[in-house]
């Protein structure tokens, strides 16, 4: 447990926990609040340009970033309706020798995982899950945060990095809920090994037409067994996104994505 004054930080997901990481390399201890009960995370894969690497430099990550990551020899864009090849982008060591930093494609719970494992190993990070902020209070020289089970938390800075649906956001920008753009994605994760479809396995591809905005496809080459697809539909703009998703839905329209793979 940290010994000096901890900074607060709203948030277990990689931008607090970043967050968390940078400070202790300043000598500065904080203190992370995460709402589930467990540190954890959920999702699909992330793309990283080399612009990434200076931030994970810093943090003393390098090397287990890339432990858990693949580069792809391109990226490649087809036409989604006759499969012609119309952007080939090397991502190799052409790449790499130009900006000295890869390319990678990594799953987000693997880095989630890089980011939680060094900030266990901190002595200037005090980790306390199960802590849903609900509330704060600004008293200028100190700010406390309370959570939906009573307790309360002090420290003199707040860091918000509670994610989509903001509390803070919405205390101190008040800017109201989110509203659709008018795309959403549907997305899903197959092994590799199970896809039959013709398709790079070395690359990232993208496909396109003006129906289907881009359906992206992760493909692994050792270090990582699965596949991502994800498809953009268009639908009603500026609808308000509601708190409660169909998730039947999703998971049908996710059987979909994964059956066209297979």
């Not at 990678?104 to 899950?129: G, K, P, Q, T």
Request: aromatic share 6%; with cysteine; glycine share 10%.
């Amino acid at each position: 447990m940290p010994k000096r004054d901890p900074i607060l930080i709203v948030g277990g997901g990689l931008g607090g926990l970043a967050t968390a990481l940078a400070l202790s390399r300043r000598g500065l201890a904080s203190r992370v609040l995460e709402g589930a009960p467990e540190f954890g995370a959920i999702g699909y894969g992330i793309q990283f340009g080399p612009n990434v690497f200076h931030v994970f430099d810093r943090l003393g990550l390098m090397e287990p970033a890339l432990a858990v990551s693949d580069s792809p020899a391109a990226i490649l864009m087809w036409d989604a309706l006759t499969g012609k090849e119309l952007v080939r982008i090397p991502t190799g060591e052409s790449l790499r020798k130009r900006f000295k930093y890869p390319y990678i494609i990594v799953h987000r719970i693997d880095l989630h995982n890089v980011l939680l494992d060094a900030c266990r190993r901190s002595d200037d990070i005090e980790l306390v899950s199960d802590a849903m902020v609900s509330g704060f209070d600004d008293r200028r020289d100190r700010v406390s945060v309370t959570t939906a089970d009573g307790r309360t938390f002090e420290g003199p800075i707040v860091v918000a990095a509670d994610g989509f649906r903001s509390l803070f956001r919405q205390r101190l920008v008040g800017d109201g809920e989110p509203r659709a753009n008018g795309y959403a994605a549907l997305r899903t994760i197959v092994p590799i090994s199970e896809v039959k479809v013709d398709v790079p396995r070395d690359s990232v591809l993208l496909w396109g037409d003006p129906a289907i905005t881009s359906s992206t496809t992760r493909c692994a080459t050792g270090k990582s067994s699965t596949l991502s697809r994800c498809i953009g539909r268009r639908t009603t703009p500026k609808r308000r996104i509601p708190r409660r998703t169909a998730w039947s839905s999703i998971r049908s329209a996710g059987m979909l994505i994964r059956q066209s793979a297979l």
